[in-house]
């Protein structure tokens, strides 16, 4: 049987909107982005956030031989080092680029742009992104069109989706990613 994992299984709070919930999620979707058992990411999630490592300059400040003796603790050690390499990189990059991670998310107006910069980074592709959006599009966008008192349509694709429960599920002891982040296609009035 297939399972979905949400950020709210892993103790993370997304609807708080704050930095550190939201980072913490951007490190899982790092951390899940790889072909990777899901227990081994989940631990090596559980391991650096109990080295204390869940923000850029945590992760900056600890280096490349700490991350990597803290991923080989968590049993993530097929990728330990181009991990460690990887989450050096984009939180370096994260911090020249946007500052906060807040900050890439309020630049980024729509999903589809936030996904478009996420794959900026060197080591970010459209798996990571699908991740990390599958969480933070209803909580960060949902809200954007509410302050700005747009209604949020729904349609049978994207309830489709919600129903089969987003992008990552298990399928024996492996990951199996689907693309549940759907383009917004405005509709097409009859133009006169």
């Known amino acids: 049987m297939k399972r979905t994992y949400s950020a709210e299984e892993l103790g993370i709070h997304l609807s708080s909107k704050k930095e550190e919930e939201l980072f913490k999620w951007f490190l899982v979707c790092l951390l899940f982005g790889k072909p990777i058992q899901r227990q ?7 391991v650096l956030a109990a080295g204390r490592l869940l923000s850029p300059d945590a992760i900056l400040r600890a280096g ?3 991350l990597v003796r803290l991923l080989d603790e968590a049993h993530y050690v097929r990728y330990d080092f181009s991990t460690a390499t ?3 990189h984009v939180c ?3 911090k020249e680029r946007y500052g906060p991670l807040t900050s890439l998310l309020s630049r980024s107006k729509t999903p589809a742009e936030l ?3 996420l794959q900026e980074f ?13 969480e933070v599009d209803p909580v960060w966008y949902t809200s954007v069109a509410s302050a700005k008192g747009e209604s ?5 694709n994207s309830l489709r989706s919600t129903m089969n429960g987003g992008l990552i599920e298990q399928g024996g002891t492996d990951l199996i990613c689907k693309s549940a982040v759907r383009p917004r296609i405005p509709s097409k009035e009859p133009q006169t």
């Open 152 to 156: 949020c349509r729904v349609t049978p």
């Open 122 to 134: 060197k080591f970010i592709g459209p798996v990571t992104a699908r991740i990390f959006l599958r």
């Open 64 to 66: 490349w031989d700490e």
């Open 40 to 46: 081994v990411a989940e631990r090596a999630f559980v």
């Open 92 to 94: 370096k990059e994260l």
């Open 86 to 88: 990887k989450l050096l």
């Open 115 to 117: 996904s478009a910069n």
